[in-house]
């Protein structure tokens, strides 16, 4: 019986997690990256929930275990500089981890290894697909047709973008940016994530694992110009929001500098991502690409668990992907539908805008357990 074959684009969290699954369900996975090699973000993000199961069913999740970052606590410090903290706030329990993202991406993309094809370094340009299957062209390499194809490349997807409109039809900004860089150095509290507040921005500090990590929440324009994809221009926008602050940050004491001059520096406006339907004929969406979600860390959790969905919808009718793409998208989006819903809590918790809204976020944190 011929396998069928599957092109995933996006080699992140939900790329590598379905390339796994599909290879163990008799499919012929191929991953294609526009990167050369996995990202360097270290950023953390939760394994949490159903993803810690996926994670025990792959036989990852003692990897993960290792390479978890162990910062329970969380401190919120006020403009006056008073700090209320720490405090266990959503952190993992149990079995669920907070790891870097990059580690994160490098297990799963090697316990994909021995049944996936990836191919880094490469784009898709071209996708034309059919009742049957899809044409794909590629940057470099030479067209290939496959079964289906699998659009798990992130918010700015594109495979979305060829096989479903332009991305401004469904990607909503929501007046929030996000920047992040490594300070190359440990943090000042070692076991503890900090988050420093003034009305309408957040820095937080991340231990990580050894190397702090900087994190830039921030209330922006509604709507971005296309200019803001510049580094120079992103670089810019951060240092106009908080230099307008002095920060009592000791892993910041050069602000501008460090912001300047970040080699890995992170940006984009925070999105929503709503499409009436995921699937289109012999083309669909996994993770980001179809419902990037709210502030809390849910994404990576949220593609592994959609990874998951989908390949064992796939696996239970090869022969009829119609039907298992209507399965799959049916169970995944009564899981992303509370998630997304979260996003006005998040920016309150998070960013509240105004001094008085700081204030009423630092009282109502003090009730929480220690």
């Keep these: 019986m011929r396998q069928p074959t599957v092109l ?24 294609v990256e526009r990167a050369r090699g996995l990202r360097s973000s270290g950023n953390p993000v939760d394994v949490h929930g159903a993803a810690t199961e996926v994670a ?22 006020a403009p006056s500089g008073r700090s209320t903290g720490p405090l266990r706030l959503g952190r993992p329990r149990g079995d669920d981890v907070e790891i870097p993202r990059a580690d994160l991406a490098d297990i799963l993309c090697k316990a994909a290894g021995d049944s996936t094809e990836f191919l880094f370094g490469e784009s898709v340009t071209g996708l034309k697909a059919d009742d ?28 979305r973008n060829l096989a479903f ?48 990590g900087a994190g830039f929440i921030f209330r922006g324009p509604k709507s971005p110009g296309p200019e803001y994809r510049d580094p120079r221009v992103q670089r810019r926008i951060v240092l106009q929001a908080y230099t307008r602050y002095r920060w ?8 501008t500098g460090q912001v300047r001059d970040a080699e890995d520096m992170y940006f984009d406006a925070i999105s929503q991502v709503s499409l009436p339907r995921w699937s289109k004929g012999r083309v669909t969406l996994l993770g980001d690409a179809a419902s990037c979600v709210s502030l809390f860390g849910d994404g990576s959790s949220l593609a ?31 899981v992303v539908a509370a998630r997304q819903r979260g996003y006005r809590l998040g920016a309150a918790l998070l960013v509240p805008a105004t001094r008085a809204g700081l204030t009423a976020r630092n009282l109502a944190v003090r009730l929480f357990p220690r």
């Design 132 to 159: 049957a299957g899809a044409d794909v062209t590629f940057e470099h390499a030479a067209p290939r047709r496959f079964d289906l194809v699998v659009g798990a490349d992130g918010l700015h997807s594109t495979v």
């Design 56 to 77: 025990r069913q792959m036989g990852i999740l003692p990897r993960l275990q290792e390479a978890a970052t162990h910062a329970p606590g969380l401190t919120f410090v």
């Design 248 to 255: 009592p940050v000791p892993e910041l004491p050069d602000l």
């Design 165 to 212: 409109g332009p991305e401004a039809r469904f990607v909503h900004p929501l007046g929030l940016y996000i920047a992040t860089l490594s300070l190359g150095q440990p943090a000042a509290h070692p076991s503890t994530v900090v988050m420093y507040n003034q009305p309408g921005l957040s820095l937080t500090i991340h231990p990580v694992r050894g190397t702090a």
């Design 8 to 31: 995933i684009c996006g080699a992140g969290i939900a790329g590598p997690t379905l390339g796994f699954w599909l290879g163990r369900r008799g499919f012929r996975p191929t991953v």
């Design 304 to 334: 592994m668990i959609g990874a998951q969905t989908l390949a064992e919808a796939l696996g239970a009718a090869p022969e009829d992907p119609t039907t298992a793409l209507r399965r799959y998208e049916s169970r995944h989006r009564k």
